[in-house]
């Protein structure tokens, strides 16, 4: 079974640092990449995804990552961060060659950002 | 568009209760999901459709029921419910297309529930 692995579970970072969250996936056939955002108090909200072409995917609020299929992996990035940016961060991946359609999640990375 | 909507927010249940977490969505999408995020574990796929009339379990299915008797509800039911079932529940949908399209999954707000 396909399996999406977040090793940082809790970053803390000051305003301004560079933050880079790992995400790895084990499926090694067509996959579709996804990062989510969840504010505290809110439902998940989408920043970027990725399914084909360039692997350096930009989305919103200046945020972006790599894919990687050699390492299997889809890290996210952002060159400065703010307070806002505290959040939980998951990425999520599917299979693009099956008609299953709901997404594999990562355990989650909470990110604190200390003003 | 409302999107999609769930109902109730918040819930407290007794141990061996029973109830149906309510999700709709009005986007005409085929495709419907119900994730429980807990603590470190992150969204976890319980049960899902592909369309009206077709469901189909996830990763972890005991202890709930769905049906999909329209495009737009897809209600998730808990029999008998457990502490163990104490999450927080996500309902998202997205519409069909092409394997790998890049249709986005929209999520609900999210329900709430305790069960002591």
Redesign the interface.
Known sequence: AQS?S?HN?HVILSEAASLELGCNYSYGG?V?L?W?VQYPG?????LL?Y??GDPLVKGIKGFEAEFIKSKFSFNLRKPSVQWSDTAEY?C?ARR????R????????TRLQVQP | NAGVTQTPKFQVLKTGQSMTLQCAQDMNHE?M?W?RQDP??????IH?S?GAGITDQ??VPNGYNVSRSTTEDFPLRLLSAAPSQTSVY?C?S?R?GI????D??Y????TRLTVL
């Open positions: 999406v977040q579970h067509t579709n996804f989510y809110q439902h998940l909200q989408l995804k399914f084909s998951f999520a693009g060659d099956t008609g359609r709901a997404l594999t999640f990562g355990s989650g | 495709y999901s994730y470190g574990m992150g969204l976890r796929l899902y592909v996830g990763e996500f998202a997205r069909a394997p790998g399209s890049p986005t999954q999520f609900g707000p999210g």
